[in-house]
């Protein structure tokens, strides 16, 4: 979902910032849509406990799509991050269908709460399974080929022996995954030969994250501290629990889909989980679960740009107050995404840390010996020529299409395709109102206009 703080740290200071201040419904139904099936796809075997050898994908859109855009969530994110979007894409653009792609890792978590009357009981009083790091050496070695292999999977599904075209996309983190695996060698084929173009929304290679300040950790010195600490037993990134909400590596991802839950089922009803928010996060006056979401998740209560909406803000008096839409993401877009459910869900719990050694290593797009030595396999960076669409919000100030510039400039890429909205923050394009929305009004085209 996000670059991370610093590129990982997506929510250093965020509790100053507050303290100052099933099925799905609606258009996708009432368009035809009530089958979005979360499609399990076996993978080779990674050492995990049982059921872990297996990716998913929420698909959305007709099966008889002749194109698939195969999405990749970023840090923290996962396939609920493009539920939304997805459908309105596929309402844009006759004859598409999109395949959101789940990491190795979702098979982790333990959703089966959110089936349950009472999901905050569950996770809050401690009644889930939640993992272990001491018991999970294997995720150690769940770095960035393990990912390409099991996307490879996905994609090579999607293109039913090449009947089909595929565009390979992704957001934030995700964009660079793409990016990746089109650069790979896959027993000397490259990667973007599988693909007939890329979509980088927000992320991407090449100092594509500069303009966020966030420094990309990938000299040799501190890629050995960062693999000697994985090695050491710190196989999951705990960067998350600096929120304030939970010591556990789930801890924050569990609150905000439970914040989204009740916002989803009851939006003006008095929030459930306030009374149980550390005092710091707890907001001063009584408030709705609507409300309770929107302190989570909007600008104006001082979150980062890396996950943050705009949304609107509080009722400016009442008993209870109520949230306000004002802004291009309604709360009840964020609540709808965020409510998941035990499939499909908006937020990763376990994420690698090798992962995040492997992207940063990533970023100068070069088949360096540093790559190589953590087995990158990125020998084919300047053959692409595939088109590129790319679209960059506030959030990095400009560097998400300069730095894709720089690629197209060092490939063979036909053309690319650049758009911005710095009305943006990093999360709005995937959540935002369809009518307010720069990223599928510009995306449609581009995907319309492929040969």
């Given at each position: 979902?996000?670059?991370?703080?610093?590129?990982?740290?997506?929510?250093?200071?965020?509790?100053?910032?507050?303290?100052?201040?099933?099925?799905?419904?609606?258009?996708?139904?009432?368009?035809?849509?009530?089958?979005?099936?979360?499609?399990?796809?076996?993978?080779?075997?990674?050492?995990?406990?049982?059921?872990?050898?297996?990716?998913?994908?929420?698909?959305?859109?007709?099966?008889?799509?002749?194109?698939?855009?195969?999405?990749?969530?970023?840090?923290?994110?996962?396939?609920?991050?493009?539920?939304?979007?997805?459908?309105?894409?596929?309402?844009?653009?006759?004859g598409v269908q999109v395949w959101a792609f789940d990491r190795r890792e979702e098979n982790l978590a333990d959703?089966?709460?959110?089936?349950?009357?009472?999901?905050?009981?569950?996770?809050?009083?401690?009644?889930?399974?939640?993992?272990?790091?001491?018991?999970?050496?294997?995720?150690?070695?769940?770095?960035?080929?393990?990912?390409?292999?099991?996307?490879?999977?996905?994609?090579?599904?999607?293109?039913?022996?090449?009947?089909?075209?595929?565009?390979?996309?992704?957001?934030?983190?995700?964009?660079?995954?793409?990016?990746?695996?089109?650069?790979?060698?896959?027993?000397?084929?490259?990667?973007?030969?599988?693909?007939?173009?890329?979509?980088?929304?927000?992320?991407?290679?090449?100092?594509?994250?500069?303009?966020?300040?966030?420094?990309?950790?990938?000299?040799?010195?501190?890629?050995?501290?960062?693999?000697?600490?994985?090695?050491?037993?710190?196989?999951?990134?705990?960067?998350?629990?600096?929120?304030?909400?939970g010591a556990r590596a789930e801890s924050t991802q569990i609150w905000y889909q439970l914040a989204g839950w009740?916002?989803?089922?009851?939006?003006?009803?008095?929030?459930?989980?306030?009374?149980?928010?550390?005092?710091?996060?707890?907001?001063?006056?009584?408030?709705?679960?609507?409300?309770?979401?929107?302190?989570?998740?909007?600008?104006?209560?001082?979150?980062?740009?890396?996950?943050?909406?705009?949304?609107?803000?509080?009722?400016?008096?009442?008993?209870?107050?109520?949230?306000?839409?004002?802004?291009?993401?309604?709360?009840?877009?964020?609540?709808?995404?965020?409510?998941?459910?035990?499939?499909?869900?908006?937020?990763?719990?376990?994420?690698?840390?090798?992962?995040?050694?492997?992207?940063?290593?990533?970023?100068?797009?070069?088949?360096?010996?540093?790559?190589?030595?953590?087995?990158?396999?990125?020998?084919?960076?300047?053959?692409?020529?595939?088109?590129?669409?790319?679209?960059?919000?506030?959030?990095?100030?400009?560097?998400?299409?300069?730095?894709?510039?720089?690629?197209?400039?060092?490939?063979?890429?036909?053309?690319?395709?650049?758009?911005?909205?710095?009305?943006?923050?990093?999360?709005?394009?995937?959540?935002?109102?369809?009518?307010?929305?720069?990223?599928?009004?510009?995306?449609?085209?581009?995907?319309?206009?492929?040969?």
């Amino acid at each position: 979902m996000t670059g991370g703080l610093p590129r990982r740290t997506v929510l250093g200071g965020l509790v100053g910032g507050l303290a100052l201040t099933s099925l799905p419904t609606g258009p996708a139904v009432a368009a035809g849509w009530d089958r979005e099936p979360y499609v399990p796809l076996a993978v080779a075997g990674g050492g995990g406990p049982a059921g872990s050898d297996r990716v998913h994908v929420l698909q959305v859109g007709p099966d008889t799509a002749h194109t698939v855009v195969v999405l990749v969530p970023g840090m923290f994110g996962a396939a609920g991050d493009f539920r939304l979007l997805a459908r309105d894409l596929v309402k844009a653009v006759p004859g598409v269908q999109v395949w959101a792609f789940d990491r190795r890792e979702e098979n982790l978590a333990d959703r089966s709460g959110f089936t349950t009357a009472d999901p905050a009981g569950y996770y809050l009083d401690g009644h889930y399974g939640s993992q272990d790091p001491a018991t999970s050496a294997f995720a150690a070695r769940w770095g960035l080929a393990r990912t390409m292999e099991d996307l490879r999977t996905v994609v090579r599904a999607a293109a039913r022996g090449g009947r089909r075209r595929v565009v390979l996309g992704g957001h934030s983190w995700g964009a660079t995954t793409a990016m990746a695996y089109a650069a790979w060698d896959f027993d000397g084929r490259p990667g973007y030969r599988d693909i007939n173009a890329l979509v980088l929304v927000d992320g991407g290679v090449r100092g594509a994250f500069e303009g966020t300040g966030q420094l990309v950790h990938n000299s040799p010195e501190e890629v050995r501290e960062r693999l000697a600490a994985i090695e050491g037993g710190a196989v999951f990134d705990m960067t998350l629990t600096g929120v304030g909400l939970g010591a556990r590596a789930e801890s924050t991802q569990i609150w905000y889909q439970l914040a989204g839950w009740y916002a989803h089922r009851d939006p003006d009803g008095r929030s459930v989980l306030q009374p149980r928010m550390p005092d710091a996060l707890r907001p001063p006056y009584p408030v709705t679960n609507g409300g309770l979401l929107g302190t989570l998740v909007d600008a104006g209560f001082g979150w980062p740009n890396d996950i943050s909406v705009h949304s609107g803000h509080l009722a400016d008096s009442g008993d209870v107050r109520g949230w306000v839409d004002t802004g291009i993401t309604p709360i009840s877009r964020v609540a709808t995404a965020y409510a998941g459910g035990p499939e499909a869900a908006v937020w990763e719990w376990y994420w690698p840390s090798r992962l995040s050694v492997d992207l940063d290593v990533v970023d100068p797009y070069a088949d360096t010996d540093l790559a190589r030595s953590l087995g990158l396999r990125l020998r084919h960076t300047g053959g692409l020529d595939v088109p590129l669409y790319v679209f960059e919000t506030s959030y990095a100030k400009g560097t998400i299409v300069s730095s894709a510039r720089q690629v197209v400039a060092n490939s063979h890429i036909p053309y690319g395709r650049y758009e911005a909205d710095d009305g943006m923050n990093h999360l709005d394009p995937l959540f935002a109102a369809a009518r307010h929305n720069t990223l599928t009004h510009t995306l449609a085209p581009f995907l319309t206009g492929l040969r």
